[in-house]
């Protein structure tokens, strides 16, 4: 199992880096819709979105996953307070730094001080989070 998460997360990884996520500044043209934006990041999400759509039809009408006990769904479909807030800092957080998690994880590889300042940030962020939840 923990081998097959690890050839996943690569896959993902070079996912990543190929499209352009890991570069904050391609990230940040993206959200400078008003300036000089960069459109390539539509396709990224726009492929994302398209695959998920697909694919989430077949998989739901799997009973278990090939390598796992059980699917792990959402349970929660009410927006409230929380998730609003929630979202709004990670979409401020994207918007300022050009970064957000998964490909902050995969530009360890260049250790770079700022990805190694926001992850630290972000996980002093998430041990606040669970203190005052």
Do not use: E, H
């Amino acid at each position: 199992m923990n081998l097959i998460s690890f050839v996943v997360g690569i896959i993902f990884s070079v996912g990543l880096v190929i499209s352009g996520m890991t570069n904050p500044q391609k990230v940040l043209g993206f959200l400078d819709l008003f300036g000089n934006w960069d459109y390539a990041l539509v396709f990224v999400m726009g492929g994302a979105v398209i695959f998920n759509l697909v694919s989430f039809k077949f998989i739901k009408k799997l009973g278990r996953p090939k390598f796992g006990m059980n699917f792990s769904w959402p349970t929660k479909k009410d927006i409230d307070k929380k998730l609003i807030l929630g979202s709004a800092f990670f979409g401020i957080g994207w918007g300022i730094t050009g970064i957000c998690p998964g490909p902050a994880i995969a530009n360890l590889v260049q250790f770079d001080f700022k990805i190694i300042v926001f992850l630290l940030s972000m996980g002093f962020g998430m041990l606040i989070f669970r203190k005052i939840s």
